[in-house]
């Protein structure tokens, strides 16, 4: 079994992508910009987090309405806005928030430079209007940062690969942000609103609504799918693209990877755990190793001694309660179950390997197995 411990950042990044320790993205949607005072206010809280040692990249969205005003706008001239034009119009809003933000900044004494999503280096398909991120190019960003400069990133936009203005659907600085953290190497990625954080309902709904400690991807993509306005569904998609950093280079050196679990904790702290073949160790632990380190994890972990105990049988999908009698059987005899994975015809369990025989025996013994107790499933060692 390996683990892997690592902050929870959105990891899509670009293959030749280089870290850069103490880089953080700020995201400010458009309530939080909403007029030049409130402008003011976020620029004050992006300098803060530069004299507190980050290097800043910030993404703002448009200020306020001005998206919703561009779109009305651009219907009372045309009753079907062409795609492109409509990109065209609806993407300076965003614009409007970095130059002016910048301005802010070079006010207080930093020096600080607005990109628009195509200077950023932001490339997506030819979809207008719900265009998707296809690549980041972060060199611009990078020379910037390392210059001192806080960069200030256009949220919404980018440039599509055939050289056209495109936008990324409503809400979509958020996957700006989260899409740019990865690219960029950043430590992490904060997503500024007007509320203070996940909540059991809108409190601008319900008043008695409870902010949350922590909520897990699994979580947030449901609240998001289920249309919940504190994040962009696409971001949290995104954001959730870690464990394909790190599975994908274990498929290509030929990994077999079976059992997965991931888990956030109460602190933000993400863990995957998976189960491989002992003899493909060797190959995996370097791999392991390697992308940790761009991931910014803080350890990798492997265990040798553990086994897998399976329960097959296609009359579980008929047979409720089949999962907690396996782990009732075992919790009897003393077996610790480290990582549980289930089909509608099978449940796995990893267990120490010193206890795997016992491990079969007792479900062998619970689920009456043996020769002349009749049909049943088959306990895999």
């Known amino acids: 079994m390996a683990t892997t411990h690592y902050e929870a950042v959105p990891a899509i990044a670009r293959e030749d992508r280089q870290a850069h320790v103490g880089t953080i993205v700020m995201k400010f949607g458009g309530t939080s910009v909403a007029d030049p005072e409130r402008l003011k206010a976020v620029a004050r809280r992006i300098v803060a987090a530069r004299e507190s040692g980050s290097r800043v990249v910030a993404v703002l969205s448009a200020m306020g309405q001005t998206t919703d005003e561009l779109i009305d706008l651009a219907h009372q001239v045309s009753p079907t806005p062409d795609p492109r034009e409509l990109d065209m119009l609806i993407s300076v809003g965003e614009r409007i928030s970095v130059a002016l933000a910048a301005m802010a900044i070079h006010d207080l004494g930093h020096e600080a430079i607005s990109l628009t999503g195509s200077q950023a280096g932001i490339v997506t398909d030819t979809v207008h209007g719900k265009a998707k991120i296809v690549d980041i190019r972060g060199q611009r960003i990078h020379e910037a940062l390392?210059?001192?400069?806080?960069?200030?990133?256009?949220?919404?936009?980018?440039?599509?690969?055939?050289?056209?203005?495109?936008?990324?659907?409503?809400?979509?600085?958020?996957?700006?942000?989260?899409?740019?953290?990865?690219?960029?190497?950043?430590?992490?990625?904060?997503?500024?609103?007007?509320?203070?954080?996940?909540?059991?309902?809108?409190?601008?709904?319900?008043?008695?609504?409870?902010?949350?400690?922590?909520?897990?991807?699994?979580?947030?993509?449901e609240m998001s799918a289920s249309g919940a306005k504190v994040m962009a569904l696409r971001s949290v998609e995104l954001a959730r693209g870690v464990a394909a950093r790190v599975f994908r280079p274990l498929a290509d050196a030929g990994v077999n990877i079976d059992m997965i679990v991931q888990n956030v904790s109460e602190h933000g702290h993400a863990t995957i755990s998976?189960?491989?073949?002992?003899?493909?160790?060797?190959?995996?632990?370097?791999?392991?190793?390697?992308?940790?380190?761009?991931?910014?994890?803080?350890?990798?972990?492997?265990?040798?001694?553990?086994?897998?105990?399976?329960?097959?049988?296609?009359?579980?999908?008929?047979?409720?309660?089949?999962?907690?009698?396996m782990f009732d059987a075992l919790a009897e005899n003393g077996i610790n179950l480290?990582?549980?994975?289930?089909?509608?015809?099978?449940?796995?369990?990893?267990?120490?390997?010193?206890?795997?025989?016992?491990?079969?025996?007792?479900?062998?013994?619970?689920?009456?197995?043996?020769?002349?107790?009749?049909?049943?499933?088959?306990?895999?060692?």
């Open 146 to 221: 390392d210059l001192d400069k806080i960069v200030l990133v256009a949220g919404f936009q980018g440039v599509s690969t055939a050289k056209e203005i495109t936008t990324l659907g409503r809400g979509a600085s958020d996957t700006t942000a989260v899409a740019l953290s990865v690219a960029l190497g950043a430590n992490a990625c904060e997503i500024y609103t007007d509320v203070e954080g996940i909540y059991t309902a809108d409190p601008r709904i319900v008043a008695e609504a409870r902010k949350l400690n922590a909520v897990n991807y699994e979580e947030m993509l």
């Open 274 to 325: 998976f189960t491989m073949p002992k003899t493909d160790l060797a190959v995996a632990e370097p791999i392991l190793q390697s992308t940790a380190q761009e991931l910014g994890a803080q350890r990798v972990e492997t265990d040798p001694e553990i086994a897998k105990v399976s329960l097959i049988g296609a009359g579980m999908k008929s047979h409720p309660g089949v999962a907690a009698d």
């Open 338 to 381: 480290e990582i549980i994975s289930t089909s509608s015809i099978r449940v796995s369990c990893v267990v120490r390997a010193s206890e795997v025989e016992r491990a079969v025996q007792a479900i062998h013994d619970r689920f009456e197995l043996g020769a002349g107790d009749g049909p049943g499933g088959d306990a895999d060692g």
